[in-house]
């Protein structure tokens, strides 16, 4: 396959250049260092020729992006954006070489398109998770600058009493950064187990379940049952249902006001339809 090493494309459509690592990034492939290492690895086409070269423009709306053979969205086509309910021993990716079941797998909408998940959710852990091909909406509802609030409900192994509540919202420190639970509200506690409610505003890599571990309460059940103002409410394990409108302009809103210090995500567009359920 022919490798292309050219100068940065420039638009010819009107539509605005992009640099073709953030492209990827909009588009849920990777971060923009991690899609740079894919780009440089020889992973990215454009227009069917490898493309290695960091820093090149694409136009969008004319130029065809594919990265291990999946065609990414291309500009003007519809957005999407659902709601899961994912079940236990689901994953949350997208790479078509996974071999477990995967949470886009179950969005059984024959226009879906290529989406992908908003950040992630463990095989083992159940809860809602949305998926949508909109890589702006999706940057806007993980960044930590909007404070999109995630509570989980958490069933740990044995008694939380108030001195572990006080270390709980103190935060934890773990082997490469301290926890920090916005909100920790006790439902109901034994001597053999505790439920908790914890919010989240910036989720790290299996945070919850490393938190209490480190406190020596095993987690035995973990369910994420909010997302901002998403409710699992009427949604089954398994099932899924489209986005309304209100509740896309409502998650671009964000949870509380902005950190100027961060950088500021995109805008929404799109439609919506009405709910559905899964094929079994």
């Known amino acids: 396959m022919k490798k292309r090493k050219t100068p940065a494309v420039r ?16 588009n849920g492939i990777a971060s923009r260092r991690h899609a740079d290492r894919l780009i440089e690895e020889g992973g990215v086409m454009v227009d069917g020729e490898i ?3 960091l820093g090149i423009r694409i136009d969008p709306a004319r130029q065809r992006v594919e990265v291990d053979g999946v065609v990414l969205r291309p500009e003007g086509e519809q957005r999407r954006y659902y709601l899961l309910n994912k079940p236990e021993g689901v994953v949350c990716t997208s790479d078509p070489r996974e071999n477990r079941p995967r949470a886009v797998d179950l969005i ?8 992908y998940t908003v950040g992630r959710l463990d095989e083992d852990t159940t809860g809602l998770v949305i998926l949508t091909n909109d890589g702006e909406f999706a940057n806007r509802v993980a960044h930590p600058r909007y404070g999109i609030k995630k509570i989980y409900r958490v069933v740990v192994r044995g008694r939380v009493d108030g001195l572990i509540l006080t270390k709980l919202r103190a935060g934890v420190r773990l082997s490469d950064f301290r926890s920090s639970f916005k909100r920790i509200q006790l439902v109901k506690r034994s001597e053999r187990q505790t439920t908790l409610l914890v919010t989240l505003s910036e ?6 379940r490393r938190v209490f571990a480190r406190l020596g309460l095993p987690v035995i059940r973990l369910r994420r049952v909010e997302v901002g103002p998403l409710r699992e409410w009427g949604l089954k394990v398994g099932h899924w249902r489209p986005l309304t409108r209100d509740e896309v302009k409502e998650l671009f809103a964000g949870g509380e006001e902005p950190d100027p210090r961060q950088p500021r995500p995109g805008r929404p567009n799109g439609r919506f339809r009405g709910s559905q359920r899964p094929r079994r």
Not at 13 to 26: D, E, I, Q, T, W
Not at 203 to 208: A, D, F, K, L, V
């Open 11 to 26: 638009s010819e459509s009107g539509v605005a250049a992009v640099r073709l690592n953030r492209y990827l990034a909009l």
């Open 108 to 115: 059984t909408d024959r226009r879906k398109g290529r989406i």
């Open 203 to 208: 989720g790290r890599n299996r945070e919850i």
């Open 51 to 53: 493309v290695t070269e």
